[in-house]
Every structure is written in structure tokens, then in C-alpha cells.
């Protein structure tokens, strides 16, 4: 088994693996695979360990890390907490993909119903799921040129990605 590089997988096999992987969570939160996938993209590389950078105490010493943001979905602790709750599954794990998409799916679920988020708003979606449900009500990522320009590269995949699922059989 060769790993794959997040290059390789995010020019040619996202289809196949959206094919494969994430249709329990179209099927449960009708949400959209092209932009779940386009999310683990942009939040972790589909590295299922990924984690922020440490911040540096006295500009060498490795310190504490950014937030808890981990897994695929760089989901934080309590949400990722709230999310096994909801869903009746303690065992849920963000470095499995089945999970880290499940989860991004009732994230995203939970955007469009709170916030009135179009299915098909890849932007917004990743603006809602990076600030969360109140940053996004409050437009906290206004004045976050870089998150912008990352949410349109989202919608821009994610417009990709939807272009290759059409030789899907889901």
C-alpha cells in the first residue's frame, strides 16, 4: 500500500474516493460530497493526523498549538465532542475519513439550516465551518483577506471536484 500525496489525490482520485467514502454522509445530511471533500482539502491536505503549527516561545522553543483542531476535518475538541453526542457515536474518530467527512456533513448540515446557507454556496459553507456558526453570523472573517481567498480556492475545487463526480455512479 502506497500512500498517496495530497497532490495526487486532490488532482486525480478525489472522485473516486467521494464515489467510495462519503456516500453515508450525502445520504444523511444532504450535503454536497464536492464540498466536503474540498473542505478536508483545504483544512488538512487529507492528512488524517493533522494538526496546527506550535506556537514558539522565545522565537525557537516549540509551545502549545494554535487550538485542538485535529483529524481531516481539523474539527476542535468541543465540537468534535458535541458532534459524538449528537450522533450516538463515542467511538468516532477524526482521523478516519468516514468520520472527518460524517462530521463535516453535520457541520455543514447544521450551517445551512441556522444560517440559510445555500447547499450549493461552497464559499459560505467554508467561511461558516472555519469561524463557526456565531463568527460567520457576526462576519468575523471580513476582515480576514487570507480566510477569503482560501474560501473561494474551496468553492473553486469544490466546482472541480463537482465536474468529476458527474462520471460518478453514486
Not at 455543514?108 to 465551518?129: C, G, M, P, Q, V
Not at 487570507?146 to 474551496?154: C, Q, T
Request: proline fraction near 4%; charged fraction near 30%.
Amino acid at each position: 500500500f502506497k500512500q498517496k500525496t495530497a497532490y495526487e489525490i486532490g488532482v486525480r482520485l478525489v472522485g473516486s474516493e467521494m464515489c467510495i467514502r462519503d456516500r453515508r454522509s450525502i445520504e444523511r445530511w444532504g450535503v454536497p460530497p464536492e464540498i466536503t471533500v474540498s473542505i478536508v482539502y483545504q483544512e488538512s491536505s487529507f492528512i488524517s493526523d493533522a494538526r496546527p503549527p506550535r506556537r514558539k516561545l522565545l522565537w525557537i522553543i516549540p509551545w502549545k498549538r494554535l487550538s485542538t483542531a485535529f483529524g481531516y476535518a481539523q474539527a476542535i475538541d468541543a465540537t468534535w465532542a458535541r458532534y459524538q453526542r449528537d450522533v450516538g457515536r463515542a467511538d468516532a474518530d477524526r482521523t478516519n475519513f468516514a468520520d472527518a467527512v460524517d462530521f463535516i456533513g453535520w457541520y455543514n448540515k447544521h450551517s445551512y439550516t441556522t444560517l440559510r446557507i445555500s447547499k450549493s454556496d461552497a464559499k459560505s459553507t467554508y467561511l461558516a465551518y472555519h469561524e463557526g456558526h456565531e463568527g460567520y453570523e457576526n462576519r468575523s472573517y471580513r476582515n480576514k483577506t487570507w480566510l477569503v481567498a482560501a474560501a473561494e480556492k474551496v468553492a473553486a475545487r469544490a466546482d472541480r471536484y463537482r465536474k468529476q463526480l458527474l462520471s460518478c455512479p453514486l
